[in-house]
């Protein structure tokens, strides 16, 4: 039910955000992978905020606010639940194929592509560098250079450089789940550690943790989430959680629960009666 409504809700963000006619709200940023540069989009991404104010050497006091702001009250459920780019990685990951794991020394590199491409590069070189996240960025080339390139746009190394690196990343999206997400996304590496001190919980059971672990091999992410849950500890306090509730949904010491429950009602109404 819950990963239902999840779906419903990823579909509505993905037309939500890129349905502007006109209006516009750039000024503000929505921390989830969309580029600004979009004609249809509604909110300027804070990854090209974040490289524009670096290449000014301007802090991005509004920006980082909102990022920060967000961030305390859900978490990474904004990654899990709106981001357009993590909805399509999801889509393409149902698609049959072999499913790879990654290893865990791999979701520390978007923590390094954050501190370089988007902060350290973009102040040294400038906010035009080449060598700027924003000049990679594959949600940018799905959403901005491909139209381009069907209006006639100059296909130039570049664009074929950012072109390229869409097609292996959605290419990896098939066979690891969220590859983009956990590696390289940099509004990951800023939302990650708000998902510790955030607000948003997420319970798995209402009784005790079997240890069956069915929830780690459920995780999209590779979380374990079954560590922190027979800890008594949330599910999401964990980095790379995107606070999709799955190991919620699928939890069967929770579904034990609902049975007990029902059981109950009928042992009640029989006595009722």
């Known amino acids: 039910m819950i990963q239902n409504l999840r779906t419903w809700i990823q579909s509505f963000f993905l037309v939500a955000l890129h349905g502007s006619w006109g209006p516009e709200a750039k000024g503000f940023c929505n921390p989830v992978l969309s580029c600004h540069s979009c004609a249809l989009a509604w909110f300027a991404c804070p990854v090209g905020i974040f490289v524009h104010y670096s290449g000014y050497h301007l802090f991005p006091y509004l920006a980082l606010g909102t990022v920060l702001l967000l961030g305390v009250l859900f978490g990474r459920i904004l990654c899990g639940w709106v981001c357009p ?20 020394w791999t979701s520390y590199i978007k923590y390094l592509v954050l501190l370089s491409m988007v902060f350290v590069i973009p102040w040294f070189l400038g906010e035009e560098t080449t060598y700027s996240f924003c000049r990679v960025c594959p949600a940018s080339a799905l959403e901005v250079t491909v139209p381009n390139l069907i209006m006639g746009g100059t296909v130039t190394v570049a664009t074929l450089v950012k072109l390229g690196i869409l097609v292996a990343v959605l290419g990896l999206a098939l066979f690891t789940s969220r590859f983009f997400c956990r590696v390289l996304c940099p509004i990951g590496a800023i939302m990650a550690p708000m998902n510790f001190v955030s607000f948003w919980f997420v319970r798995p059971a209402e009784s005790n943790c079997l240890l069956c672990s069915k929830c780690d091999k459920k995780c999209p992410v590779e979380g374990k989430p079954s560590e922190r849950i027979s800890a008594g500890r949330t599910a999401n306090r964990a980095l790379d959680c995107v606070v999709c509730h799955q190991c919620q949904t699928d939890c069967p010491s929770r579904r034990l629960d609902a049975k007990k429950r029902e059981k109950a009602l009928k042992a009640q109404s029989k006595t009722q009666s």
Do not use: E, H, S, V
Request: charged share 15%.
């Open 85 to 104: 780019f993590g909805f399509l990685q999801d889509l393409l990951n149902r698609i049959p194929t072999p499913k790879l794991g990654l290893p865990a």
